[in-house]
């Protein structure tokens, strides 16, 4: 699976992954309440001339949120249905739009600037104390971790099988990209899982790696 890191030396990249990950932590609860449109997008830019401060390359990734927008539109339009068409339902769903947009973006600007072995190492840190109650700490933190990094490889792929379907035909994207999304999507979480498997995640101490059953006599 590919890495979403950018190799850089900004003040973003130079903040503990554990102190940005709890300020993703606490700025995605402050935004939850938050439902004037004028301040989120004003965090919104806030969010992007971060993403101009990691360089073009950052930049360049915002292209992969594009199949968010088709879905943000349709919450947009269902607040509005709900609310009867009004100026204040269609307010209140630019602004939800707008808070999931915020989160997936700052989501992203964290896994841009943070190596996965740091996030895991802070999630690890965080998840010990729970380790008396029979959380495994290590395998915890990389499911989150995995979760993270998962989101723009998924974007990724997405984009790829509409470039492909954009070289072969004139027409927009249709909904016949889906099956074949998905079926890459549980090839991959395939692969990962037997990588997993092959390096003991998941697997209880007594029981045999499968590398290991085929040096057994």
Do not use: C, N
Request: glycine share 6%; proline share 7%; aromatic share 6%.
């Amino acid at each position: 699976m590919m890495s979403s890191y950018l190799p850089g030396h900004s003040p973003l990249h130079r903040l503990p992954a554990g102190a940005k990950l709890l300020a993703l932590a606490g700025l995605s609860l402050l935004l939850l309440p938050a439902d004037s449109a004028l301040l989120l997008a004003g965090a919104l830019l806030a969010v992007l001339l971060a993403y101009a401060a990691l360089g073009r390359r950052a930049l360049a990734r915002l292209a992969l949120l594009r199949p968010l927008g088709p879905v943000l539109l349709l919450m947009v339009l269902l607040q509005a249905w709900a609310g009867d068409w009004s100026r204040a339902a269609v307010g209140a769903g630019f602004a939800v739009a707008l808070r999931i947009l915020l989160m997936v973006l700052l989501a992203d600007l964290v896994t841009l600037s943070t190596p996965m072995q740091d996030m895991m190492d802070a999630l690890e840190r965080v998840l010990r104390p729970f380790e008396r109650f029979g959380v495994a700490p290590r395998k915890l933190a990389l499911a989150v971790a995995l979760v993270v990094r998962f989101v723009p490889v998924l974007l990724s792929a997405w984009r790829a099988r509409e470039e492909a379907w954009r070289a072969r035909s004139t027409r927009r994207p249709a909904l016949a990209l889906v099956p074949g999304f998905l079926a890459q999507t549980l090839r991959l979480a395939d692969h990962v899982a037997d990588a997993l498997d092959a390096r003991g995640f998941g697997r209880p101490a007594d029981r045999p790696s499968p590398s290991d059953k085929r040096t057994m006599p």
